[in-house]
């Protein structure tokens, strides 16, 4: 809206709009605490019907629920909070697919601990999505260099929204409902896309049985992300023996057991490849060598197990259950406690870009064991996205 | 907190506790289950790296707050 403060008319155009109302519209949800302290788009009715339209679904249904906060997320205030974190229209078939795969997750879960202390717990636990199949291309999303970071609208805007739904629909903000003491930067935004064009694997949709013509979102709960380097490995047991360490680091060990998924970089895939190495291969490597020893653990003061939340304590904390310690197991004449309970608790993706030896490791709270495991084995949650057909 | 909250609302007496870093968590917590106001105590933070002495000291200072909540005498 422009205002001629000579003849006093007031025009509208779609290229000339009013400085003022621009920064106003801006500073009403910063104001009124809707945004994550970033700016947001204002949303407007009739773009909100825009997204509406790219679903077949009722926007009063409800696609996200804290049970035990009282609060629900309709699929309407899923649209407006979209809108808010700068996605496209066409990006909320995966929004809503996100949230399905959400759901699937805490579901999955079973105790309400879970499904609730996951999303206000200290420890700042954050969801991490992976996006498969066609979808990526069409809808533009990076699955190679930088592919934790910045630059690329679906990957930012799309995990931007699921954070907005937890703070606006959900409530979840920070230092009242949500307790995280520190959390980490993927709390913003984390949503990253296999790339499956320079992967020498099957893919983690076809891991759960989904066709080369599906896309889906798979949906787990980061506690930490840890940057592998392994530029110079010539052989594959270098690269696992990397993963396999940094997964059984003290620092991240809160319980006897972990789980972790490993973003796996072409470089490295191509490499366990080449030497015969299959992705079952990979996690079967990765659990059966992720040990802690006796001693380490006996430094870090984790040899005890405590009452109730069975976290790991020193063996003299008052809430240590008497003569309850870790299994250990010996080996080459050292006890050591194997982290992983099996090779399902190894989720393999690959992405980033094919220019360095370097992963990553993105320790997980837990491990859903979601329906989405067509093949047998346990897999993340995962939901398939529905996205209208091509104009 | 909502615990104490359910439990309450079962006819189960219930004080709830929590350390006092996460007060105002726990106001809003009892306000989302519609019972602004709800009593609870807080004790001084932390918990989980005091000595058993200390755990002790602090349960038998808390315990007369506990009273008070459930409306009763030592």
Redesign the interface.
């Known amino acids: 809206v422009t205002s001629d403060t000579t003849t006093g008319d007031t025009t509208v155009s779609d290229t000339m709009i009013d400085h003022r109302q621009v920064r106003r519209a801006i500073e009403y949800y910063y104001e009124h605490g809707f945004t994550d302290g970033l700016p947001v788009v204002p949303p407007t009715e009739s773009y909100l019907a825009e997204f509406l339209a790219q679903v077949d679904r009722s926007p009063d249904e409800v696609v996200a629920a804290m049970p ?4 629900e997320c309709t699929l309407r205030l899923a649209a407006i909070n979209s809108i808010m974190a700068g996605c496209l229209p066409e990006y909320f078939p995966v929004v809503l697919a996100m949230l399905d795969a959400l759901r699937l997750d805490a579901g999955a879960r079973g105790a309400t601990r879970f499904s609730s202390g996951l999303w ?1 717990s200290t420890t700042g636990t954050v969801p991490i999505t992976v996006i498969n199949g066609p979808a990526r291309l069409r809808l533009g999303f990076n699955c190679q260099g930088n592919i934790f970071g910045p630059g690329f609208r679906p990957n930012a805007t799309i995990g931007r929204a699921m954070r907005l739904i937890a703070m606006n629909a959900l ?1 979840l903000k920070p ?3 949500d ?1 995280s003491t520190q959390t980490n930067p993927a709390k913003y935004t984390c949503c990253i896309a296999e790339n499956e064009e320079e992967s020498p694997w099957e893919p983690l949709s076809a891991e759960a049985g989904y066709g080369p013509g599906a896309s889906t979102v798979s949906f787990m709960m980061m506690r930490s992300c840890m940057h592998i380097e392994a530029r110079s490995a010539t052989r594959a047991e270098h690269v696992l023996n990397d993963f396999a360490n940094s997964v059984a680091r003290t620092g991240v060990l809160y319980s006897e057991k972990s789980s972790c998924l490993i973003v796996v970089s072409p470089e490295h895939a191509q490499l366990l490849a080449s030497h015969g190495w299959s992705k079952k291969d990979v996690r079967e490597y990765v659990a059966a060598n992720a040990v802690c020893t006796r001693e380490a653990l006996e430094r870090a003061g984790k040899t005890g197990i405590s009452r109730d939340m069975h976290w790991l304590v020193p063996s003299d904390h ?2 240590a259950l008497p003569g309850e310690e870790p299994q250990f197991e010996r080996r080459d004449g050292t006890e050591v406690h194997p982290v992983l309970s099996s090779p399902d608790d190894v989720v393999l993706v690959v992405a980033g870009a094919a220019n360095a030896g370097v992963s990553t490791v993105i320790d997980l709270m837990g491990a859903s064991t979601a329906p989405s495991g067509r093949g047998g084995g346990r897999l993340p949650a995962m939901s398939e996205i529905v996205l209208k057909p091509s104009p | 907190l ?1 615990d104490g909250i359910l439990l309450e609302r079962r006819g189960v007496p219930a004080v709830s506790v929590c350390t006092d870093k ?1 007060k ?2 726990a106001e ?2 009892a306000k ?3 019972f602004e106001g709800y009593r609870f105590i807080s004790v001084p933070h932390p918990i ?1 790296s ?3 002495p200390q ?1 002790a000291h602090l349960a038998v200072d808390a315990l007369g707050e506990v009273l008070a909540i459930f409306e009763v005498s030592e």
Do not use: K, Y
Request: proline share 4%.
């Open positions: 035990h906060l009282n609060r206000q409530g230092h009242v409902l307790q008052p809430d | 909502a996460f105002t968590t809003a917590m989302l289950h519609g989980a005091l000595e058993l755990l």
